[in-house]
């Protein structure tokens, strides 16, 4: 067999060790901390960072991101009268996540406490600083599976970014002369998964079997030196 021959077989066998392993790429996962929020009072805006997902991995087959916030709740109500005062409030609170480029990433609204008129809360008299009448807390969260759409935003070797909002609402019906302050905190905490098909890397088989067609290449071209 010619040296050429010889050559070619050799490159075959190669390649052919290379690509079966390519075929058989593992689908995996990685899984990272978004940015968490601290105890923080609410209104509050903030921009969350997103660790990207680096091409050098694989290739990115699926997003998933999730967040939650915990929120609590208070009201406060002070009362100069020297008589007792009923109140109905409620206090409703709002997770907003957005990503790149206006990405919407979910809206959680939850109820923290309604003291309807079946459930009254009450300025006590002469209170003339404000007291805490009523709490509640609750938990907002998102859980997100992004389209192929989306993907290029998060794919690179630094961070993408996201805004995430959480506002309060509260609401009450008192009589004149009593005062009242709303409250409320939240903390809050997440991660971004990303699925793919990891790159192929070369098995310590493939390595063996391109050595040995270069071995039959070298012995191939010392027995024909010699035959010359």
């Known amino acids: 067999m010619k040296l050429k021959q010889f050559a070619a077989a050799a490159l075959c066998i190669a390649a052919g060790a290379i690509a079966a392993p390519a075929m058989a790429a593992p689908v995996t996962t990685v899984i990272y901390n978004i940015t968490s929020l601290p105890n923080t009072l609410t209104d509050l805006l903030t921009t969350l960072n997103i660790k990207q997902f680096d091409a050098a991995l694989g290739t990115l087959t699926g997003i998933e991101i999730d967040y939650s916030t915990s929120v609590y709740g208070q009201l406060q109500l002070s009362n100069a009268s020297n008589k007792k005062k009923d109140v109905t409030a409620k206090l409703d609170a709002t997770m907003t996540l957005t990503g790149p480029s206006a990405l919407a990433l979910g809206t959680s609204t939850k109820n923290l406490f309604n003291a309807d008129s079946a459930h009254k809360v009450s300025a006590a008299a002469n209170t003339p600083t404000l007291v805490k009448v009523i709490d ?16 290029a935003s998060f794919i690179g070797t630094g961070d993408a970014h996201a805004s995430l909002a959480v506002t309060a609402l509260g609401t009450k019906a008192s009589p004149t002369g009593v005062g009242s302050k709303f409250s409320t905190w939240a903390e809050g905490a997440g991660h971004v998964t990303y699925t793919f098909v990891a790159a192929p890397v070369p098995e310590p088989e493939t390595y063996g079997m391109l050595l040995m067609g270069l071995g039959v290449v070298a012995f191939a071209a010392k027995r024909k030196s010699r035959a010359a």
Do not use: I, Q
């Open 136 to 151: 509640g807390n609750g938990t907002l969260s998102t859980d997100v599976v992004l389209g192929s759409g989306s993907f």
